[in-house]
Structure formats: structure tokens, C-alpha cells
């Protein structure tokens, strides 16, 4: 692979060319938002929309972000709209697709939250979403094969891929797996340079490339500040939390620290967030605890949303919102504080082996999520058929929200 040009950089920081309206990135994520099943698979229809359907950026451009997001903490879904934001339109780009991606999953957890607080009872809400778990498989099988196909160019690629399934299947720590595969991309690349790569660059740039490195710091400088900004502002609201409402405050605390502890997405983040509310500070029992992660996983958007129902068990519609900010500021801080020091990383030869790794190790965590969905749906002759049509629609390249709108329509009836 090429090594980028200072144009290319200068476009993957958004500061080349047109950019995209703020509006049109929030309401292609918020509609994405609405059939964001299946947590991590959804990076592949992130991909879809922002790639081969908008062109907002290019695919290996994309596939460099998704190797970020899944090695910072942080839900890599979530982190994956905000990052194509990013690069379509900049900081505010990205904070129109972060919350548009987001806002379908917290809307409807607080209600189910709401729900629950009334019926105790989540099984009503779980049997109506059993046929809908279903669809997810589909949706789930559909990301790996085309990330697999998009990622996987030969038998080195696989090797990781590989161990990062059979270790996540295993309950292997996802930090160490993201490490293992960064090594194993240095080993197994490191013999299999193009020419192309192994070129020395060019010592003197060119008037261009000095004009085109200038916009990138500043774009570079932008986020830096953006991100210090969000900090300070946060700061500040827990300071404010912390005078006039001590439970709200301890709750958005605990919820920024397991974000920022999160290393391999919402589905470590979740067992975090376990252990500060069950286990350490005995805020609610376990059952309860579980019933927030069942409809954590039926809602649309990241298994992390489980902190809106904990916030709304505690403290009610604030707490939901107290809970899904501390959730989520983190992660999106981690992308613009990141993506600068990365443009600046990933033109190096030894970098780009190991985020190849990471890459394939992705593949490895969608077949992963793809096993443990399937062990865990309820199969039955008609499910079986449900799956299949769904996943064949997607196959053929049926519009995702047509997919999961009569899915959820014929599990309704006849499931």
C-alpha cells in the first residue's frame, strides 16, 4: 500500500475540499441509529453508508479509523460514526453523527427503563424482541462476511483473525487480544513489504505538500482544542453535580471511569460497569442488573446504552442522561484527542504493519459476536426461515432499516 500524500492527509482531516452538511450527517446516522443491532457489526454498516454510499471518505482511510476505535476505549461503534464525522465535516461532523448514531438507543431505553420501573418485569419486553434477535444474527453474519472479504487479503491476515475468535470465544481479555494481534501484524507483514512501501520518501516536500501539511496542523490543532474544551466542560458539569446533586454526580464519576477503562468496546465495558454498581458500591442487586443488560442488547445502538437504565433506576430521567453522558464523553474525547497523533503515525511502515493486525483482529471479534448470538437465539423451524430471509435480503442489498422494520414485523406474528 502507498504511503498517503500530504493531500490524502489533508482530506482525511476534512480541511480539503468541500465539506459535508451537519444536517445530512445527523439524519444518515440518526436513520442508522434506528437498526443499530448487533454492537460491533454495525462498524461494517457504518462502512457502507459512509464509504460506498456517500464516498465521505475512502475505504483503507475507513478501515485506519476502525483500527483506532477498536484499540482506545470506548464503544467502537459509536467511536466508528463519530470518526467518519470526523473526517466528513470535523468536530462538529463528528458530534452530529456520534449523537445521531446514539440518540434512537437512548430514547428507547429510557422508556423501557420506565417500563421496568413500573413492571419489574422485562420478560414481556425480551419475548416481543426474540424474533428481532433473529434478525440480528443476520445482520450480525452479513457484517462479518463483507468485513472479512474487505479485510482479509491472505493467509497472514487470517492468522489473527483466527486466534482473536477462538481468544474472545474463550472470554479472553480484549486488550490483550488487540495487543497480541499488533505483534502478530509486525511478525507476519514484515516480510511481505511491496516495493512501493519499502521506497525511502522523498526528503524535501514540495511547495503542495508544505501548504497541505500547514491545514493539516491546524486541522490537527482544531481537535486538540475541541477535545480540551469537551474536558473542561465536563469538568465543570461534575463540578456543579457535585455541589447541587451528590447521587447524580457519583453517578456520571462511576460512568466515566468504566468508559474510560473499556478497553474492547461496550462488551467490556458492561461487566465493568457491573462490578462499580453491584459489586462495589451496591447501588442495585445483580437480577436487576442483568434485566438493564437484556434490554441493553434488544435496543438498537451499543450494549453500553445498559448505563442509561442504571442511571434511570437511580435518579430517573436525569440520571438516564447524567449516565449516557458520562458513558459516551469519554469515548468520543479518546477520537478527536487521537486522530492527530495517529495521521501522524500511521505513515510509518512499522505502524501500519501492526494497525493490519488490529485490523484482522476485528474480523476475528465479529465472528466472535456472530457464535454467541447464534448459541444464544431461541431456533425453531420458523426462526430458521426468518434468519435465512433476512440474511438473503441482505445479501442482495435490501436497505438495512426494510431488513429489521419486517423482521421485527414477522417475528411479531408468527414467532
Known amino acids: 500500500m502507498e504511503h498517503p500524500s500530504a493531500i490524502q492527509q489533508d482530506n482525511r482531516l476534512g480541511t480539503g475540499g468541500p465539506k459535508v452538511p451537519v444536517t445530512q450527517l445527523f439524519i444518515a446516522f440518526l436513520r442508522l ?28 482511510d475507513f478501515c485506519d479509523g476502525v483500527t483506532l476505535c477498536q484499540s482506545i476505549p470506548g464503544a467502537t461503534a459509536m467511536q466508528s460514526a463519530a470518526y467518519a464525522g470526523l473526517r466528513a465535516a470535523g468536530p462538529l461532523g463528528a458530534a452530529a453523527a456520534y449523537l445521531g448514531f446514539m440518540l434512537p438507543a437512548l430514547v428507547l431505553m429510557i422508556v423501557l427503563a420506565a417500563v421496568y420501573q413500573w413492571t419489574h418485569d422485562v420478560r414481556t419486553v425480551v419475548s416481543l424482541f426474540r424474533g428481532l434477535h433473529l434478525v440480528v444474527v443476520a445482520l450480525v453474519a452479513n457484517a462479518t462476511l463483507n468485513f472479512g472479504r474487505n ?63 500547514e491545514a493539516v496542523h491546524r486541522a490537527s490543532r482544531r481537535m486538540l482544542i475541541v477535545a480540551a474544551v469537551i474536558v473542561l466542560v465536563a469538568a465543570a458539569g461534575l463540578a456543579a453535580l457535585f455541589v447541587f446533586d451528590r447521587k447524580l454526580f457519583n453517578i456520571g464519576l462511576v460512568m466515566v471511569k468504566v468508559d474510560a477503562l473499556g478497553f474492547g468496546g461496550g462488551f467490556a465495558s458492561v461487566p465493568l460497569m457491573l462490578h462499580e454498581v453491584v459489586d462495589v458500591r451496591g447501588w442495585m442487586d445483580e437480577r436487576v442488573f442483568i434485566d438493564g443488560i437484556a434490554l441493553g442488547q434488544v435496543t438498537p445502538g451499543p450494549i453500553a446504552i445498559t448505563a442509561a437504565f442504571v442511571g434511570y433506576q437511580l435518579a430517573g430521567p436525569a440520571g438516564a442522561l447524567v449516565a449516557t453522558a458520562g458513558i459516551f464523553t469519554t469515548s468520543f474525547v479518546m477520537v478527536l484527542a487521537t486522530v492527530p497523533w495517529f495521521d501522524r503515525l500511521r505513515r510509518s511502515r512499522v505502524f501500519r504493519r501492526a494497525l493490519r493486525g488490529v485490523l484482522a483482529s476485528f474480523v476475528g471479534l465479529l ?49
Open 151 to 213: 479485510t482479509l487479503r491472505n493467509w497472514r491476515d487470517c492468522i489473527p483473525a483466527t486466534i482473536a475468535a477462538a481468544a474472545l470465544l474463550l472470554h479472553g481479555s480484549p486488550a490483550l487480544v488487540i495487543l497480541a494481534a499488533a505483534v502478530l501484524g509486525l511478525i507476519l507483514h514484515r516480510w511481505a513489504e511491496t516495493e512501493a512501501e519499502r521506497a525511502p520518501t522523498s526528503p524535501l516536500p514540495s511547495k503542495e505538500e508544505e501548504r497541505s501539511g
Open 33 to 60: 441509529g434506528l437498526t443499530a443491532f448487533g454492537g460491533p457489526a454495525m462498524v461494517v454498516y457504518i462502512r457502507e453508508l459512509a464509504v460506498e454510499k456517500h464516498h465521505w471518505l475512502s475505504n483503507d
Open 367 to 415: 465472528l466472535a459476536v456472530t457464535v454467541q448470538f447464534s448459541l444464544s437465539a431461541s431456533w425453531s423451524v420458523a426462526g430458521v426461515l426468518l434468519a435465512a430471509g433476512a440474511f438473503t435480503a441482505l445479501r442482495l442489498k435490501v436497505d438495512i432499516l426494510w431488513v429489521v422494520l419486517v423482521g421485527a414485523g414477522i417475528s411479531v406474528f408468527l414467532l
